[in-house]
Structures are given as C-alpha cells and as structure tokens.
C-alpha cells in the first residue's frame, strides 16, 4: 500500500443519527479492481433495511467534493421500497483515499463497485450522478447501455457547451498553486460548495458534507479531482480524450434520462442541461428555479425521482407518456393539420382596411400591410439564421409590432416565448432565462436589460424598430412552413396561482384553439375586437377579425375607463370586446350613467358580444354592465393558459342558474363544442384516476379537448401531476380547480384545490363562501382561507375594506359574516387591499392572505403579504 493510500475511520451509529441516516446503511465493501489491488469502498446501502424484493435499484455517484450524503434524501424517501447505493468515490467520503485517479479510471472504478454490488439483473436498475459524477455515470452508462434502465442526472455535465466557457468557479478553484491551497491544504473549496446553496440547506447538511473532510490529508482527491477537469477542449489535458469519447456515445443511452436541474447554479447551469438534452435521446427536465449546485438537498428532488421511479418500473416513462424537454429536440413531423395560424393574413392579403391598432400609440395597420410585414419578419429573421424550433423571446410591448413579430417568428418557425409584463422584472427574467431564448426581439432598451441582467446571454439580440424597417423594404424567399405537430408558444402563466409556468403549444392546438373560439362565439370576417386584455389581441389575426388594443396600461387593466373602452369600439365599429373582471368594474365606475345606458357613450352600442375571464365575474357586475351595452350578449368563457375556452355561459344562463344549485360556486355553463369536462374526487392519482364523480358532487375539474395545449417547459414532475393517463386516446388536463356539474351539465367553479380549508368537518371550498358574503354584504372583495394544520383548519374570512384597518374586523361585521355562512367561522379580520395578480388584477392571493391571517392571529403584527 502505498503512502497516499489509506481508510479513514468510519462514521459512527451516533454520527449517522445526527446525520438522519440510519446506521444500517452504512457499510464498507471490500472491492476487486481492475487494476489488480483490492479497495475499501464505503456506501450509503438501503438494502438491508428492506422489507421484501425491492421495485427498482438505483445507484448514485456524487460528484465533488461532497460524498454519498448527497443522496440522503432519497435514501430517506423512497430507500424503504427501493434499494437505493450511494457510493463514496474512491479518494472521497469515507471510502479508501488512493494515488491519484482519472477520469477514465473513475469511470473503471463505478464498474467494480456495481459489479461487486451482486445486483439483481432482473430488478429495474438506474443510475442518479451530480457534479462531475455525472460525467463518471454516463461513461459507464454508454458501455453498459443494456443494462441501464433509467438515469437521473442532476447540475452535470460531459463537457463544456459550445459557445460558452469551462465554469469559472472551476477555473479559479483549478488556478495554478491556488488548487493545492483551496482543495487540500484548506477546506475552502468543501465549505464553498454548500454555501453556494445559500440558506436552502441547514447546518446539520453543512457539517454532514463537510464531516469526511476534516484533514488536509483527507482532501487529496478533492484536489485531483479538480486538476482532472479539461478547461479547455483539445487542450491536451489527460482527460480530455476520454471524456470526448463518451460525449459521443451517449446516443447509446436510449433508456430514459431525468434532468433534475437546480437553475441557479453558477457552476452547471442550464446550458449543460440542454447540452446533455441534446446528446442523450430520451431526455425529461424537472428544474427547480431557486436551487442551486447542490440540488438534490436544497429542493425535493426526491419526490420528483420517487414518481419518476414508479412511471420507470410501471413502463410508464418507457413508452413516453411523460413529456421531457421536447422543446429541445427537433419538431416532430405531420402532414395534416388545419389552416396554419397566419392563413387569414392570406386570405386577406388584398384588403386595405384595419388589421390592428392600438389606441396608447396611435399606430395602425392594414391587413395587406400585415401580411407583407409578416413575410418580411420571417425572411428576415431566416436570412439571419434562424432555424426552425429555437426560442424567440418577444420582450417589445404590445402593439402593432409586438403582434406582427409574433405571426413573423411563427411563419419562420421559430417558437415565440410569451411572459407579460405583469410578472415583474424578476419573474419575467426568471420566465425568458428559463427557456434558453436563442433569440430576443424587442426595442432597444429591453434587448439592452435582457443583456445587462444576462435573461438570454448568448441570444442573438433583434432591434424591433429595424427588423420591422427590414421587413417592410421588402420580402425575401420564404422557408417551408413549420410542421402543424411543430412547436409554437411558449406562454408563460400568470403566477398568481403559484410560480409562473411555460405552457408548451405547437401549432396543432393553437390552430384548434382559434377553430374553437370562432366556433364557440360564432366569429367571421364580419366582427372586429377590441381586446382589453393584451394577450387575446393575438387571437384576432388568427381569426381575420380586425382588433384594436384601447388606451390602458397593460399591466393595469383595472385601469381601464369607460371613454376609453368607447374610443376603442369606435375605432373599428367593434362587435366584439374582451376585458378582465377588475377592468370592466373599472368601466363601470367611471361611466356616467342615465336611464337608457351611458351618456356620450355609443361606441358600445355596436357590441354585440361581451366576455370576460380570467377570475370569477360577478353577476351584478355583468348586470350594471347590461345597461350600457344594450345590443351584447355578456359572456363569461372559463379557461386557463393550459386550455381555453373550456365552458362558457351568458347572463341569461347565469341568472337562470342562480336559484337552482344548493352548492354555491360560480356557474360557468356547460362545457363548449368539443371539449369534455368530468369532476373526480379530490386527491386522485393522475397515473391511475378514478371514476367521476356524480353530478351534484364537488371533485377536481379535469378537461380533454384538441386544444389543450402540449404541456409544461422544463416541469416534468408538473406535467406528470397534470397529465391524466385514461388509455382512450385523448388528452386530460388536471386543472387544479374544484368545483361541480349540475343536473343540467352546467360547471360550477368552487375555487383552486389548494386553496380548500381542510377542517375537522370535512372539505370547505372557497369561492361558495366568498360569493355568499360578497353578494349579501355588497362587498367588492372576500378571502376565505383556512389557518391551521390540515385536517384541522379553521375557516377564516378576510374581507376588503379601503377605508378599514388591517386587523381583526368589528364585532358587527364578524357577527354578520357568521349569521351568513354555514360553516364555522373562526375569525373575521378586514384588509385594506387584498393581493392580486397583476395580469388579471382579480385573482386573489389566498395563500398570502392565509399567511396573513395566521399572523395577525397568533398575534404577530404583520402589514405585509407573503407566501407561506
């Protein structure tokens, strides 16, 4: 044995239970090498403490300098039904410390254990790797490719992406004499490795990672394994070679592949996962925003793989039923399909009348303009280079060109991300970094922050004002039109109902989504928009309706006025409008009314279609509203960024469906021409769901329909929970909305599932409670949450009152509020404003409210709203 070669003293039963391990994981194994010696290898080993035959056997390999500890949570989380080993490396942990071993010999070194492993051939079998473990795992992986079952790889990497540098904390960390001083003789770089993780993980993690790594002696791997990282590509560094070779093999890898991916990791970011996305053919991606390097112990990882495991060993995520990345490959192909989305700029192409305009700019433009434009913005950006699937981000403000570039980027096929303004700077940053723009079109200072706060930084960077002088000089050769099973969107939602998500569409179902809109309200030629809610602008080309966006701050639609709604109706003789909740109750607010509608007001006479979405819409605000469109019939479309439209009802409807339901809600009418809708019970497994429920009874509002769209960017674990697997050929959107079917086939909404109160009398839903409260105590605004541990929750009222204070309401209003509901009501307490989302300015924040609540109760002043 040579003088570097050495075991450490193994960590005793009361280390592992400070540690939260069970002492019977912990075991050394004597291992044969392929280089004739014997090693001591330590692992993390749940086999013993198995009840019966394990589903599945996962092995993981951690990366450095961290040890098996890595993979405590998935020991902890699924180890009791799957046996999960997690090695300590050679050199590291509490495993035999060697001479010094690269690459090509780790990837040796994994064979040995797994061999000497004994694992069962016929129990499933994956691997999980972090960090440069990863590397070591898929070298293995691609000389073993029949006997890999699954991977999850998490914040790794084979190599450095093209077009991007070697980390720089790895640069710096593998500088020259600085390695020896930061890797061994201190514990520098170990320390710094958990706090890149910030406050996502405790002081019990930090000293577990840190614990094999007290001696300097014990940090020698820790050193090489740093100087054995290539930072420069055909640099001639011994590992170079190796690495490459392994690189490109991994088509080998057809098992499927997870990505679980910590997106703000300043050493593997998110292009080493799209690099690996590319290479590895079976890829999924879970990523989870906040984490960073370490992310298998800052999120829940392990509850992402425990699901993953169950599709793997159940064949589920063999036959791809659970998306993946997707956005990242190439487009599927597909020969039949509808009309693409800008055949109505063709048919239209001669006509030199009003396609759009917008009222805040001035700007306008003819339906021949259009067309031309939109031509030109698809030559243009192909001449540039764009190829057909890389992400454009559209950061210009909506108008005329905003809506233009968009039917340009599609006609060129490139896939527009769409994240509104109303997320704010950070989450809309968060929005567009989240999907690897390759591309960003707007004006010059957004393409300027987009730069400055690297959203996008190596996207080619499109000035709006000059593509759009490019493309109205004139039209060049156009590339083939994108395939109908192409990818299109990528639309963000609007946050207000938990982290904003990339909803995925292709072309298929933005074009039966259009079908469906004209279908359902009877669209044609004839009708022209005006679309109060800047997204739904983008329906009105599909559609050859011409549409004007009125003057209203996009991100303040509550903002809107009556004279401004009227300017924009006269500006096209608009049939059709489209606005939020809080924005026709602005309307209504700042009209003037007189007996037979508004005064000065005719522009609205023309309306004959009215709809309003996006939050519950009150019938009195419907009703107030009746008096100044006399000539519309008021619609209320129910939806979501996932499927739209799903159902939809008027005002005759809601108010012939407001003396005939005993549950309370809110009647969204029955279901629109070719979509389904069924309630299940709550709770249901999305892999195995069970029957409906009957009509009358309060369930999960789930949807199938040819437009729901292609699931979730980057959220495997999401689009996994929202993807109902029926075997009937059809594709069923779990909304997360609760509610029930009437007798007549009417929907009710009832609320979000998790926003239920959980009390000791059963299940309370909110908006039944809400609705009874508003309409009887004519309030604009109520919360109903619930405090409490569930199973236990207390139903608490919190109502809006602006010139209240914030606190516990009056003993009368409590009292009114009690003598209304028919449940318990433990409290009454009245806010000055209540949160709301910013795109829709209605939805209420009842998860902050309840944060709120809880506060104020346990008697801790609180003025500010926060997530729980």
Avoid at 415 to 422: I, K, L, P, Q, W
Wanted: with cysteine; proline share 7%.
């Amino acid at each position: 044995m040579s003088a570097r070669s050495w075991v450490p003293d193994q960590p005793t039963a009361a280390d592992l239970e400070s540690w939260d391990l069970d002492p019977a994981w912990s075991r050394v194994l004597e291992v044969a090498s392929h280089d004739g010696s014997t090693y001591q290898w330590h692992v993390l080993d749940s086999g013993p403490t198995l009840d019966g035959p394990p589903d599945a056997i996962m092995v993981c390999v951690h990366g450095n300098p961290t040890w098996a500890y890595s993979w405590a949570t998935f020991l902890r989380k699924f180890g009791t039904r799957c046996r999960v080993i997690a090695v300590d490396q050679l050199g590291m942990g509490f495993s035999e410390r060697t001479e010094l071993r690269r690459y090509a010999t780790r990837v040796s070194d994994l064979n040995d254990v797994i061999e000497a492993l004994d694992i069962d051939p016929a129990t499933p079998f994956a691997l999980a790797a972090h960090d440069w473990g990863g590397a070591i795992a898929m070298g293995w992986a691609v000389d073993h490719a029949d006997r890999v079952d699954g991977m999850v790889l998490c914040n790794t990497g084979i190599g450095v992406p093209e077009g991007r540098k070697s980390p720089g904390l790895i640069r710096l960390a593998a500088a020259g004499p600085l390695r020896d001083f930061v890797c061994r003789r201190t514990p520098i770089f170990v320390g710094g490795t958990t706090r890149l993780s910030g406050s996502h993980i405790n002081a019990a993690d930090r000293a577990a990672f840190a614990a094999p790594y007290s001696l300097a002696a014990a940090r020698v791997a820790v050193a090489d394994f740093v100087g054995d990282v290539p930072l420069q590509p055909g640099g001639g560094h011994p590992s170079d070679g190796p690495l490459a070779e392994v690189a490109a093999k991994l088509g080998a890898i057809t098992a499927p592949v997870l990505l679980a991916w910590g997106a703000a990791d300043p050493v593997f970011n998110d292009d080493f996962a799209a690099d690996l996305a590319g290479r590895i053919p079976n890829t999924s991606m879970q990523r989870f925003p906040s984490a960073s390097h370490l992310v298998m112990a800052e999120a829940d990882v392990a509850s992402v793989v425990d699901d993953w495991l169950s599709d793997l060993t159940g064949g589920r995520a063999a036959k791809g039923v659970a998306a993946g990345v997707g956005d990242i490959s190439a487009p599927a192909a597909g020969s039949d399909r509808a009309k693409p989305l800008w055949s109505a700029l063709d048919d239209r192409r001669a006509d030199t009348s009003t396609a759009f305009a917008d009222m805040a700019s001035g700007q306008s433009i003819t339906w021949a303009d259009f067309a031309d434009r939109v031509d030109g913005v698809a030559a243009q950006l192909a001449k540039r280079g764009m190829r057909a699937g890389e992400h454009v981000a559209m950061l210009t403000p909506p108008g005329v060109d905003l809506v233009v570039a968009v039917y340009g980027v599609w006609r060129a096929g490139g896939v527009t991300v769409v994240a509104d303004r109303g997320l704010g700077l950070r989450g809309l940053g968060r929005a567009v970094r989240s999907t690897r723009p390759s591309w960003v079109v707007g004006p010059s200072r957004a393409l300027r922050a987009a730069k400055t706060l690297r959203w996008a930084p190596r996207a080619e960077l499109v000035d709006i004002d000059a593509l759009m002088a490019k493309a109205a000089a004139g039209s060049e050769p156009l590339a083939a039109e994108p395939a109908a099973d192409a990818l299109a969107a990528i639309l963000f939602t609007s946050g207000a109902t938990g982290p904003a998500k990339g909803v995925r569409y292709g072309h298929r179902q933005l074009a039966a989504q259009r079908d469906a809109l004209a279908a359902t309200y009877e669209i044609t030629v004839d009708d022209s928009l005006v679309a109060a809610f800047a997204p739904f602008a983008l329906y009105g080309p599909a559609l050859g309706i011409s549409t004007v966006l009125p003057d209203c701050d996009v991100t303040k639609p509550g903002e809107l006025t009556a004279v401004a709604l009227d300017a924009a109706c006269r500006r096209l003789n608009a049939t059709l409008a489209f606005a939020s909740p809080a924005a026709l109750a602005n309307v209504l607010a700042t009209a003037r009314p007189v007996s037979d509608g508004l005064d000065g007001l005719d522009g609205l006479d023309g309306l004959r279609t009215v709809m309003s979405a996006g939050a519950p819409v009150p019938a009195e605000t419907l009703t107030a509203l009746s008096l100044f469109v006399p000539n519309a019939s008021l619609h209320t479309p129910y939806g979501m960024t996932e499927v739209l439209p799903v159902a939809d009802i008027n005002l005759v409807g809601i108010n012939a469906a407001s003396d005939g339901d005993p549950i309370g809600g809110v009647c969204v009418g029955p279901p629109v021409p070719g979509a389904t809708v069924e309630i299940l019970p709550l709770g249901f497994d999305a892999a195995a769901p069970p029957a409906s429920v009957p009509a009358g009874e309060m369930g999960e509002i789930v949807i199938s329909a040819p437009w729901v769209s292609d699931g979730y960017h980057g959220l495997w674990a999401t689009e996994r929970a929202a993807r109902l697997q029926r075997g009937d050929g059809k594709v069923w959107h779990r909304s997360g909305d609760v509610g029930h079917v009437d007798d007549s086939g009417r929907l009710w909404v009832e609320g979000r599932a998790v926003h239920n109160i959980d009390s000791a009398a059963g299940v309370i839903t909110s908006v039944p409670v809400e609705r009874l409260v508003e309409t009887s105590l004519e309030l604009a605004r109520v919360a109903a949450v619930g405090v409490g541990p569930p199973g236990l929750q207390q139903l608490v009222v919190v109502v809006e009152d602006p010139h209240g204070v914030d606190g516990l309401a009056s003993t009368d209003l409590t009292a009114r509020v009690r003598s209304i509901v028919n449940h318990r009501v433990a409290a009454v307490l009245s806010r000055r404003a209540l949160p709301v989302d910013i795109r829709h300015n209605a939805k209420i924040d009842r998860t902050a409210v309840a944060v709120w609540a809880d506060e104020v109760l346990a008697g801790r002043s609180s003025r500010r709203f926060r997530r729980g």
